[in-house]
């Protein structure tokens, strides 16, 4: 099955300890729904998009779209794919066995899938030369409030790794990154405005966060 999410704007940023304390206890007094668990992510990135911006080739505003793989709470029993382009993300699920084929260079059981999604990552991975960059593991805590078009995550201890072969073994990750100092990031989402009371929040915290992406 596959499921789609639009909001076509979203920020990123980098926040302290003090800050996630304080958005923490803010977005729990505003009664908003809170969902957390641990994430392994990974993610594609095509060197051939890269090449053609080494080269000055790309056009602006065309880059393909960014795929990436996610499991939770340390069960890779099934993953989810997750297409981002233009504010718009797609997402339907995936085997272990099918992520461990596709870890191992099979990629022609993507079109058996026969949907859209898939037909679009296997375009990617033979023509785009969508390769693994990095995986990132962190603890998510995901708040939405009834009322609010505005989706809040914080991301905490997130830790990256190169070993793209230990991606569905938690515990050879654990031993991947250990020793590193995990970072904090916010990501906020909405579709047409961010509340008031948020955005003063947002805007306390400006002084020492750090802004990574924005869209929209």
Known sequence: ???EHIRTRQMHYQITPKDYTALRAFLSAKGAAG???????????SYLD??????????????GAQFALHYYDNDPTYLRLERQLGGQRTSAMVTEAECRALLAGETDWLLDRHDPLFQDFYEGLTERMLLPQMMLTF?????????????????TNIRASLQH?????PQLLEQDMEGQEGRILMEVSY????????????????PRRRLLSSVG
């Open 1 to 3: 099955m596959t499921t």
């Open 165 to 169: 072969m230990d991606f569905l073994d």
């Open 191 to 206: 579709s047409d405005r961010i509340p008031d009371d948020v955005l003063c929040l947002l805007e306390e915290t400006a």
């Open 139 to 155: 603890h998510r805590e995901v708040y939405t409030a009834d009322g609010l078009d505005l989706w809040v995550a914080l991301d």
């Open 50 to 63: 890269r090449i053609q911006e080494n080269e000055g080739l790309a056009v602006p505003g065309q880059s």
């Open 35 to 45: 969902q957390a668990g641990s994430v392994h992510t990974m993610f594609f990135i």
